[in-house]
C-alpha cells in the first residue's frame, strides 16, 4: 500500500469513528474527530474536512428530524455564527500551526469540560444568549472545527431536552459547517482522501445508527466526551512541544 493510501485510510478512520459516535449520540463528530485530522492533515486543512464531514452528517440527519427544527429559536444563532465565520477563519489562516494547535486543543478541551460539568452560565439564556452562543460557536468552528459546545451549552442553560436538541443541533451544524467551507473553501486532498472520507462518513452513519440503538444515551455521550477531552489534551500538547 502507498504512503498516499496509508494517509488517505487513517483520515477514513477518523472520520468513521466521528461519524459512528455522532449518529450514536447525538453530538461529536468534531470533538473526537477534528483533534486528529489536525494532527495528520495540517491543522487548516484538517478543520476544513472536518467543517465538510460535519455539515454532511448534519444533514444525513436532517432527513429524519427536520419536522422538529425551531426556525424561530435557532435564527439569531445562525444569524449570529454567520458574522464570526468569517472572522475565525481569517485568524486561523494567520496564526503559526504550533499556536493553532495549542489554541484549538485547549478551547476543546474547556469546552468539553464545561459540558462534562453541566455549566449553567446566566449570561446564556433568552435572546442575548442565543446571539453570544452563535458568535462563539461560530468563530470556534470556523478557526478550530469545534462549535458544538457553545450550542450545547446554551441548549442545557435554556433548559432543552434531548429530543429537542438534536434536530435543533443538526440544522445549525449544517448551516454554520456551510458558512465556514464556503469562507474558507474546500479541503485540497488526494483523489484516494476525499473517497475514503466519503465513505466513512456513509459506513459511520450506519454503524452509529446500530450502535445507538443498542447504547443507552447518557453513557454514550460520556464516551464521546472522554474521547473528545483526550483528543484535545493531545492536541495541545503536540502544539506547546513545537512551540
Known amino acids: 500500500m502507498t ?49 465538510c464531514a460535519a455539515g454532511a ?10 419536522r422538529r427544527v425551531r426556525l424561530g429559536a435557532m435564527l439569531p444563532l445562525v444569524l449570529a455564527a454567520a458574522v464570526t465565520v468569517p472572522l475565525g477563519a481569517w485568524v486561523a489562516a494567520r496564526l503559526p500551526e504550533p499556536v493553532l494547535l495549542v489554541g484549538m486543543g485547549s478551547v476543546v478541551t474547556a469546552a468539553v469540560l464545561l459540558v462534562l460539568l453541566g455549566t449553567r452560565v446566566p449570561a446564556l439564556s433568552g435572546r442575548g444568549g442565543a446571539v453570544a ?21 446554551y441548549a442545557v442553560n435554556a433548559g432543552w431536552t434531548v429530543r429537542e ?18 469562507a474558507k473553501g474546500l479541503p485540497q486532498l488526494s483523489g484516494p482522501a476525499w473517497a475514503l472520507a466519503g465513505a466513512g462518513v456513509a ?30 489534551v493531545v492536541t495541545a500538547v503536540k502544539g506547546l512541544a513545537e512551540l
Not at 57 to 66: K, M, N, R, V, Y
Not at 166 to 182: D, E, H, M, T
Open 3 to 51: 504512503g498516499e493510501w496509508t494517509a488517505a485510510l487513517a483520515l477514513g478512520l477518523v472520520v468513521l469513528v466521528g461519524s459512528s459516535v455522532q449518529r450514536m449520540a447525538g453530538i461529536g463528530f468534531a470533538l473526537v474527530s477534528a483533534p486528529a485530522l489536525v494532527l495528520l492533515l495540517a491543522p487548516a486543512t484538517g478543520v476544513a474536512l472536518s467543517n
Open 57 to 66: 452528517i448534519s444533514l444525513i440527519g436532517l432527513a429524519t428530524t427536520w
Open 133 to 153: 452562543a452563535g458568535a462563539a460557536s461560530g468563530f470556534m468552528n470556523a478557526s478550530a472545527g469545534v462549535g458544538g459546545p457553545a450550542i450545547s451549552l
Open 165 to 182: 436538541f438534536v434536530p435543533n443541533a443538526q440544522f445549525y451544524g449544517f448551516l454554520v459547517n456551510v458558512f465556514s467551507v464556503s
Open 203 to 232: 459506513v459511520g452513519t450506519v454503524v452509529g445508527a446500530a450502535l445507538g440503538a443498542r447504547t443507552p444515551e447518557r453513557p454514550a455521550r460520556r464516551i464521546v466526551l472522554l474521547l473528545a477531552l483526550a483528543g484535545g
